[in-house]
Structure formats: structure tokens, C-alpha cells
């Protein structure tokens, strides 16, 4: 017999060989049906393979992201079987599942392919998924997996097998397909009960433009047609909102191909939206202790050097800046840490002093690869909402939870609700990635865990999502749309002040290290404003609209009322502009509409001679008459944080 723990911690006693989709049945015939896999001590497996020894297992249904990734994983095998039935001598690179469904990298030979072959492909997914063929796994040599891609004359399974220990090769059946594959997989194919093929692209094989170029054909399937439906809708909502779109629409921003891929340019109306962030933040920091600095956008070599960023991202950087001065280069500025650890060394430190807190809104410069520029969630010049604090030892976790509490205070007005922290450690395996101590790295994991329970926040552990110099605590925010963000995060670091040689004195007198704990609710001012745009579809709470209000004057003759209305609630502090254009009102009101302006008041004869305006509500419509005073109270109300 074997001991199996369940996630809830209860033992149950099995037959030794018995497999997790038997485990499931022992439960629940229910559950046993929903099954997709199965996490065997932290291994996904499938759950029709045998479990030898006492193991902790997680079943693993559609719920779950390993889950929804193995049925992806497995609808691309499928694909490919489609694929390889419909165009025969078809060769095959890789398949894996992705986010949001799975690819597949083709080769289909001199043949041509188009989008145009969808409807047939997604027939044959189907008709090969009522077969409910099983997924069968098959140890295999690595003499025997050359053998077979040989007479299959696949060269891509041929290079992948030559970097592949022996031993370590397993190939999954299912049907008339045969793939090299680790797994996991699902059950059998019956699973999937509906397909959308999204689109195709092109792929140079392992990423290298030296070598042929295949089809990537993307897919996305779901255990029910419901999903489906719901999927594309989802899509066609994501569409209207798409930040691009509607930074356009609404005059936020814009990129130059003359100014450089990835550096956005922030028109008036977004540069509004950026300043109105910047002080609803800076409010808040002063009021939690936080002093304002300001640093170069660029720095010497050997600052960077000094911080480990040369060593790690020197490669991935712009250009060394060379100048006149033989062998001195400087860098533009990948990050703001390095800055703040020498402001903190300007003057000796008593253990009286800490914490010191620095927030800095710092422009920084990475250069990503042209294919990753998309939009202003990946560009390559971005301003992060940046603080280091340095405090002592005993005072890390107090301070990582004002922190915590700092951060849900930013959502919580913005109104982002749904989110989960994830405490992102460093990879075990692969220690070499990372700058450090154990015994550093034990502290500052066990300061981010216990603080993240005290805080009673929902959080999930990912091994190897650490930075470099210190695991960290990542927001992932859901939107609107259900779609995760990666937002606020904050980190503890022992090793930067250790490299900067930072120091206090302590009550013995003593010279200490202080650690370092780096934070930015916002993430970047750009990838957030994507995500603020997209999440809320451009409709901004009232106190960050960068026009609050638009004045429509019926015709010319009551624009000077118009103004009188405009210069009275600027006097408030209520942001706004005229419409002085020649057209009806109708399509005023509809241009108003559509750059999501929240209030619109619209003044005619009986307006001017009452001392009135008539209100609408952006998507919402008329509200009726009032007075300016009242509608100054109204919206002060409303824009109060």
C-alpha cells in the first residue's frame, strides 16, 4: 500500500500502481469525470499513470491554470493529427500550450497555407475528438526515437531528440498521431468539445532567422461549445477596449517612428492623465513618511557594475553613451536602486534614522527586442512609481506590510478588486541565476511570507520568478475582462546594500547593514494606464479624467455665457474645454460621446437667461437642469479620493 495526501492534508491508503484518476474515482465519480491531470509532488502527471510511492497529489481540472495547459497542450497534438490526416508528408516543430490556447510550428513543405483552411482543420479537430482516442504514453530509447523520426523524415524531431539525454525521451500516441512529447496529457480526446483556430504566422525554427521559417497556426479549444461563444465575445470586447485604439480616440498618446520603437509620446490629455496619478500617489506617499528624490536619467558603468544590472542585463541594454573622456562610459538608466543606494550614502546613518524612505517617479531604459513592443504595456523607455526604503532587520516586515497596505489603497481607488499576490522565490535548482546568500535569501523569503499572512491576502508560490537579487511580492490583477496583470509589486534585498557597502550605526555602536526594500504599486506609469484604459474602457473615475466636463453651446450667440460657466468651474479646479465647432448639437453630444468625456453641458437660450446648464452623463444621458453651483458641488463630491 501507499500513503496518498490530498491538498486538504488527509491521508488515504492505496494499492501501490494505482493512478490519480482512480484516486479521483475513490472520491467522486463527478470529480473523476472533470480530471484532466494530476500534480504528483509537485510533478504534473497524467492522471491514468501509475503512482508507485507515497506522493502528495492535486487533481487537476479545467479550473486550474496546469489544468486548462494540459488540455491546450493536448488540442495541439490533436491539431497536428488533424493536420497531418488533411496534408500528408506535413512536418511538425514544436506545440506547446500558451495562455490563451496553444500553436503548433508546421512545416507543410512547398505547399501554401492560408487562414482560408481553418473551417476544414477545425471539422477534422472535431471529428477526431468524438473518436475519444487516449493520450498513451511510451518510454522509448533515444535510438529508437531517431529510428522513427528518420523513417518519418522529420528533421525538427531530429534536432530536438540530439539535445535530450537517453532515458529521459517519452513519445504520446493518440489515434494515427505519434508525437515526441513529455506531457502530461488528458485523458482522451473526447475532452474537447469545441475549437477555434485564431490565426497563422510566420516562425524561423527555434527562433533563428538563419534557418527555414514555418507556419505557426494558433488555436483554442474548450471541454464545452458555452465557452466558446463566451471566448469570442470576450475577444470582441477586448478589441473595443484595446488601450491602442483608444489612446487614440481620446488624444492620450501616440508613437513616432522617427522618435524610436517602444518610446511613447504623451499628448496633453495624456500627460494630464499621467500628472493626475502621479499626485494622487505623491499624496500618499508624504502622507506615509516617503521623501521625494529626483535621479539622472543616465550613470556611470561602473554604478551598474557595482549593482550587478551591468552583468545581468548589460547585454539586453541600449549602447554604452561614450564621451570624450578615453575608457568612461555611462549607461542609460535601467532601473532607479543603484541611484537611491548612493543617496543614501551621502551622510553616516544611526540605527535612530531608519527606515529612509526615497520615491522617486524615474524614468528607465531597457531595450526590448522589436517583436515584444506592444503598445505602452512593453516599450522600451517607461517611468516606474519607484521607492527603496532602508531599514534595519527587525523593522523589514512592519515595513513591507505599510507597504502591502499602500499598494491596496492604489487598487482599491482605482478600482481593481480582484487580485491575488504572488510570492515569486527563487528557483532552488538553479541558484547560479541569482546574487546572495542562502542564509539572505531565507530571510527575506520568510519576511515577504509571514507578511503576505498577516495581511490575510490570497496567494499562490512560483519557484524562479525571483529577481536577481531578491524574491518579491507581484499584484496580479484581474480586469474587467477576467485577463491577469502583473501590476504593484515590492521586494526584499539583502544583497545591494550588501554590494554598495551600506551602512548605520547601531545602538552597540556598531557599523550594520541595512536592507533594502524596493516597491512600486503602479509597476510602470505606462503598462498601467494600458491596463487602467483597457480595464475600464476609458471611462476613468471622474478625479483622473483628464477633461472633466465639455461645454456645448447650442449656437454662437451663448458661447460667452459658455465661457463665463468654463472660467467659473476652472476656478474649482474642475478640468474642462468648450466646443466652439459650427455643428449641430446632436453631433456634438455624439463627438463628446465617443473621446468619453464624463460630463457634457449643454447651454442654449433657456440656460443663459436662468443661469443653468443642462447635464448629461457619459453613458448615462440627460440628468436635467441645475444650477452651476450645484453642479460644481455635484462633481466635487464625485472627484474627492
Not at 508528408?89 to 508546421?106: L, Q, S
Not at 525571483?466 to 511580492?473: D, E, H, Q, R, S
Request: glycine residues 8%; aromatic residues 10%; charged residues 30%.
Amino acid at each position: 500500500m501507499i500513503n496518498i495526501t490530498l491538498p486538504d492534508g488527509s491521508v488515504r491508503q492505496y494499492e501501490k500502481g494505482a493512478s490519480s484518476f482512480q484516486i479521483a474515482q475513490s472520491i467522486s465519480e463527478g470529480l473523476a469525470r472533470n480530471v484532466l491531470a494530476a500534480e504528483v509532488n509537485g510533478q504534473v502527471w497524467d492522471a491514468g499513470r501509475a503512482i508507485e510511492q507515497d506522493a502528495s497529489i492535486k487533481l487537476l481540472t479545467w479550473n486550474d491554470l496546469q489544468g486548462k495547459s494540459t488540455f491546450w497542450h493536448s488540442s495541439a497534438h490533436l491539431m497536428a493529427e488533424a493536420l497531418e490526416a488533411l496534408y500528408p508528408g506535413t512536418k511538425f516543430g514544436i506545440g506547446p500550450a500558451i495562455e490563451t490556447g496553444f500553436y503548433y510550428d508546421v512545416d507543410f513543405g512547398d505547399r501554401e497555407f492560408s487562414s482560408e483552411e481553418f473551417k476544414k482543420i477545425e471539422d477534422k479537430i472535431l471529428e477526431l475528438a468524438k473518436t475519444k482516442e487516449e493520450f498513451v504514453r511510451k518510454p522509448v530509447s533515444k535510438a529508437d526515437a531517431i529510428e522513427y523520426f528518420t523513417e518519418k523524415g522529420d528533421e525538427y524531431k531530429l534536432d530536438l531528440i540530439k539535445d535530450l539525454p537517453d532515458g529521459s525521451i517519452t513519445f504520446y500516441t493518440q489515434g494515427n498521431f505519434t508525437d515526441l512529447c513529455r506531457g502530461p496529457h488528458i485523458p482522451n480526446t473526447g475532452f474537447i468539445k469545441a475549437v477555434k483556430l485564431m490565426s497563422v504566422a510566420g516562425a524561423y525554427w527555434r527562433g533563428d532567422e538563419s534557418r527555414k521559417q514555418l507556419t505557426r497556426i494558433y488555436g483554442v479549444t474548450f471541454p464545452k461549445a458555452s465557452e466558446l461563444t463566451e471566448y469570442l465575445q470576450l475577444l470582441e470586447e477586448a478589441k473595443k477596449r484595446d488601450h491602442r485604439k483608444l489612446g487614440k480616440e481620446m488624444e492620450l498618446f501616440a508613437f513616432s517612428e522617427k522618435v524610436g520603437m517602444g518610446l511613447p509620446l504623451w499628448l496633453p490629455k495624456g500627460a494630464a492623465l499621467r500628472e493626475r496619478l502621479t499626485n494622487f500617489l505623491q499624496k500618499a506617499q508624504v502622507k506615509a513618511g516617503y521623501e521625494q528624490v529626483i535621479s539622472p536619467h543616465i550613470g556611470h558603468k561602473n554604478l551598474y557594475v557595482t549593482s550587478g544590472h551591468y552583468e545581468k542585463y548589460g547585454a539586453d541594454s541600449f549602447q554604452p553613451i561614450k564621451t570624450p573622456q578615453e575608457g568612461e562610459e555611462f549607461f542609460l538608466k535601467p532601473m532607479n536602486c543603484p541611484h537611491h543606494c548612493e543617496m543614501y550614502k551621502t551622510k553616516p546613518r544611526s540605527y535612530k534614522d531608519l527606515p529612509v524612505r526615497y520615491a522617486e517617479f524615474g524614468t528607465v531604459y531597457r531595450y526590448e527586442q522589436s517583436g515584444e513592443l506592444h503598445g505602452l504595456t512593453r516599450v522600451r523607455g517607461f517611468t516606474q512609481d519607484d521607492a527603496h526604503l532602508f531599514c534595519r532587520p527587525d523593522q523589514v516586515k512592519e515595513e513591507f506590510k505599510k507597504v502591502i497596505d499602500l499598494v491596496l489603497y492604489v487598487f482599491t481607488a482605482l478600482g481593481f478588486e480582484n487580485y491575488t499576490a504572488q510570492v515569486s522565490l527563487r528557483d532552488p535548482e538553479n541558484k547560479a541565476k541569482y546574487i546572495g546568500t542562502d542564509e539572505n535569501w531565507a530571510l527575506a523569503e520568510s519576511a515577504i511570507i509571514e507578511a503576505a499572512e498577516e495581511k490575510g491576502l490570497k496567494t499562490v508560490v512560483e519557484l524562479g520568478e525571483a529577481a536577481f537579487y531578491g524574491p518579491k511580492l507581484d499584484f496580479m490583477v484581474k480586469d474587467a475582462l477576467g485577463r491577469k496583470w502583473q501590476l504593484g509589486t515590492i521586494q526584499v534585498d539583502y544583497n545591494l546594500p550588501e554590494r554598495f557597502e551600506l551602512e548605520y550605526t547601531g545602538s552597540d555602536n556598531q557599523k550594520h547593514r541595512p536592507v533594502m526594500i524596493h516597491r512600486a504599486p503602479f509597476g510602470s506609469l505606462e503598462r498601467f494606464i494600458a491596463v487602467l484604459i483597457e480595464h475600464c474602457a476609458g471611462n476613468f473615475p471622474l478625479w483622473l479624467s483628464p477633461e472633466q466636463f465639455i461645454i456645448l453651446p447650442i449656437s454662437e450667440k451663448y458661447e460667452d455665457y459658455a465661457k463665463k460657466l468654463s472660467e467659473s468651474l476652472k476656478d474649482s479646479d474642475i478640468c474642462g474645454l468648450i466646443d466652439f465647432r459650427d455643428e449641430k448639437i446632436g453631433r456634438k453630444i455624439r463627438d463628446a460621446e465617443v473621446k468619453k468625456i464624463p460630463y457634457m453641458l449643454i447651454v442654449g437660450e433657456k440656460e443663459a437667461a436662468e443661469g443653468l446648464v443642462s447635464v448629461r452623463r457619459h453613458g448615462q444621458g440627460d440628468l436635467g437642469s441645475m444650477s452651476i453651483e450645484e453642479f460644481k458641488k455635484q462633481i466635487i463630491k464625485e472627484i474627492t479620493v
